[in-house]
Every structure is written in structure tokens, then in C-alpha cells.
């Protein structure tokens, strides 16, 4: 006689007596969050505004609450693939398969790279010597690039990094790598600690922004802005991302979470 595996109530359990961490890699959502700022003739999100309604006062003397406005790509967020002009026929943030806001992370660490280099993007190189010590990229999971761009987070100064030629100088992914990671390893997407998922001067690279427009193309997903990375091993947790259903949307905040086997 077989034994059913209670495997979600084990997994609750272990949460419970901290034998699985859960890391929070969200930023904080507020007006002083820092955006991607694009050049003529793009047009720029308007980031994210709180609009008071109340707070126990006459105008709700019980509650405390606000509406907000904030654009689709702002602080920790989540692109979809018809957010590039390579993904228009692709999936939205309300068509999306639940099941891929789930996967693996696979953390590949360019941090000694991106300190030396803050235009350095993670290459084929990186890919092979993360997969000769920790095993081959599975499908289904993220590649998270750990930079070590979080630490600016809060001096939007310096997680922007503009330079005297007016582009911003972050880290980023070469365009052999998304395609491999995309097409070869079947990867659900892309995760960041930047503003977002290609490098900041990768509007001069062809095609521009090449893992917006492969990622996408293939119908992969990106998250740009997360933080405490660093608590994540390089093989093994779970990552979970969910966006909002907005309707036909582009992209979404998001609250992302690992959960971690200590």
C-alpha cells in the first residue's frame, strides 16, 4: 500500500520552524524608488506617487488607506514579453502561465566583474564556469545576475551611474548569452539588480537592448531591481515572482520571493 507524500504540507512546516528561509528581494515601492530614465524620444514612466485618501481623519475617521499611480516597469518589477517590439504576439502579464512564475534560480555572481567594470555584462564565459562547478542551467528556471548593483539602490545617483557621454553605466547581459540562455536552456527569464535586464548602454549594441529583444522573442520574462541576492546560493531556491493581472499589461511591480533550504 502506497503513501501519499504530503510534499506543500512538509514544505509549510519547514517554513514554520525555519528550516526554509523565505528572502525577501523586493525594494521598497516609494516616490524616491528609482526609475529608468531613457532618452529622447522615448517616453519615461512617471515612477510611482502615493495619493492620500485618508488616515483616521474626517475624510475616513476608521481607515487609513491611498490610491497610488505608478507605471508598469517601476521598482522591483517584472517585464512580459509584449513589452519588446520582438515579443508583440506574446504572452501579457494576464495571459501568463502560473506555473512560470515558479523556478529555480540559478545566481550567477559578475560582482568582482561589475566593480571593476560597471559596464560589464555577464558572457558565455560566465555561463560555462557556472555550469562546470554547478551542474547545467535547467529549463524552467531564472538566471538571476548577481552585480552587486543593489547596494545603490537607495542614491539613485549611483544606481543610475550617467556618465559624462549621458548614458548610464550598469551591468548587463551580452547578446550570446541571452540567446544561449533563451533558445539552449529554455530559461523561464532573466533576473537583475538594475534598473533593468540589459545594460545600461546596451541601446548602442545591435540589435539594442539584445536581451529585451531575445528574451522576449522567445516569450521570456525579465525582473529588473531586486535586492538581497546575496542571500541566495547559487543553485537551489525557489523563486517566485508574481505580477499584477493587468489587462494587456506590459509589465508589473512585483513582491519577489525565494525560498531558501538552510
Not at 528550516?19 to 521598497?28: A, F, G, M, P, R
Not at 529622447?40 to 488607506?65: H, I
Request: negative net charge; glycine residues 10%.
Amino acid at each position: 500500500m502506497s503513501v501519499k507524500t504530503n510534499v506543500l504540507g512538509d514544505l509549510l512546516a519547514s517554513i514554520v520552524d525555519g528550516k526554509v528561509e523565505i528572502v525577501d528581494l523586493s525594494q521598497v515601492l516609494n516616490e524616491d524608488t528609482p526609475v529608468i530614465q531613457l532618452p529622447p524620444p522615448f517616453k519615461n514612466t512617471g515612477g510611482f506617487k502615493f495619493l492620500p485618501l485618508s488616515e483616521y481623519d474626517e475624510t475616513g475617521p476608521v481607515c487609513y488607506w491611498n490610491d497610488f499611480v505608478a507605471g508598469e516597469h517601476c521598482g522591483t518589477h517584472f517585464d512580459a514579453p509584449v513589452h519588446w517590439v520582438s515579443g508583440k504576439d506574446g504572452d501579457s502579464v494576464d495571459t501568463l502561465q502560473m506555473k512560470n512564475m515558479i523556478g529555480e534560480a540559478c545566481v550567477i555572481d559578475i560582482t568582482q566583474q561589475a566593480a571593476l567594470d560597471p559596464d560589464y555584462c555577464l558572457s558565455m564565459e560566465d555561463i560555462e564556469m557556472f555550469e562546470k562547478e554547478h551542474g547545467e542551467i535547467a529549463s524552467q528556471s531564472w538566471v538571476v545576475i548577481h552585480s552587486g548593483w543593489a547596494q545603490y539602490k537607495d542614491d539613485p545617483e549611483k544606481f543610475h551611474n550617467v556618465g559624462e557621454d549621458g548614458q548610464s553605466h550598469t551591468p548587463g547581459i551580452t547578446k550570446e548569452a541571452s540567446i544561449f540562455l533563451a533558445e539552449k536552456r529554455d530559461i523561464l527569464g532573466i533576473g537583475v539588480e538594475t534598473v533593468g535586464t540589459d545594460a545600461g548602454i546596451a541601446g548602442s549594441f545591435d540589435p539594442p537592448f539584445p536581451n529585451h529583444h531575445y528574451m522576449h522573442q522567445a516569450n521570456k520574462y525579465g525582473i529588473a531591481q531586486l535586492t538581497n541576492v546575496e542571500a541566495l546560493p547559487p543553485r537551489g531556491s525557489l523563486l517566485i515572482v508574481n505580477p499584477l493581472k493587468i489587462e494587456r499589461g506590459s509589465g508589473s511591480p512585483v513582491r519577489a520571493i525565494a525560498l531558501v533550504q538552510k
